[in-house]
């Protein structure tokens, strides 16, 4: 076998995999997308972006987004910092935190569910603290930041351990002399946090960032579980338009519109977060 040969060997599986599972999908969504009997067309397109619940479905993803991954960020830099400065107990720390991640999104909404609901948990305190005389039904149209909360709170405690175990994994890669040197030149934690450890991190956010603002604007299970239709995100009109209108153009048109967000999105990261040429820390 020719050695010049033998990477397109090592990459055939995973190219037949992608193929197979990726561009032929992509392929027939694109095409239910831009066609109908007539054969090519925006309609679908228009239909969607002429419905009057498509402007909150952008705005609602949009700003659950950035109240939610910036969050995250910060709690993810936090615990990952932490975990790596611990000496003992360290991997059951990082196995208690990371619990959230063998938690299916359905059930992390219906979690939380049981904590706003009318007889959750959140007016059983309430009521026991004399805050409230009776059960009182937080999540319903009258209370949309209450919804909003709900279900930024679930999503949080849910996908924060994506990002940690990315961001764990990166700062182990970061050599330890790097911040011996730094200590005895009487660096505080912060600037060797600020100097050493977000820049060698930057590949690392890349990917975190990346694969956490795409799982945002896919979000779904969670918010049908806490705000259904009070809350209208681009993958439940997806769903909506698939499964309750039966109308697979327009499901198609609006899953490539979520496609196209997440690319702007993920270069944006990608163009902020590059490392630059000759950069030293």
Known sequence: M???LLPYILILPVTLFLSVFFLYPFVLVSQQAFTTGAG????????IVSYWKFPITIRN???LA??????????ALLMATMVNRMQKGRDLVLYIWTIPLGISDLAAGLTWLAIFEQSGFLNTMMGGLGIVEKPVNLLTFQNPGIVFLAIALAEIWRATAIMLVILVAGIGLIPKEYYEAAEVFGASPWKRFLRITLPLLRPSLQTAL?????????????????????????MGETYAYQFDLLNSGAA???????LVISIGFTL???????VPKGAQI
């Open 66 to 75: 950035a109240a939610v991954v910036p969050i995250q960020l910060a709690l």
């Open 61 to 63: 993803t949009l700003l």
């Open 268 to 274: 944006i990261i990608l163009r902020a977060l590059r």
């Open 2 to 4: 020719s050695p010049r």
């Open 252 to 258: 198609s048109a609006m899953a490539l519109i979520i």
């Open 210 to 234: 990346v694969l956490r603002v795409i799982l945002a604007f896919e979000i779904f299970a969670v918010v049908q579980a806490l705000g259904g239709t009070l809350f209208p995100v681009l």
């Open 40 to 47: 090519f067309t925006l309609e679908n397109f228009d239909e």
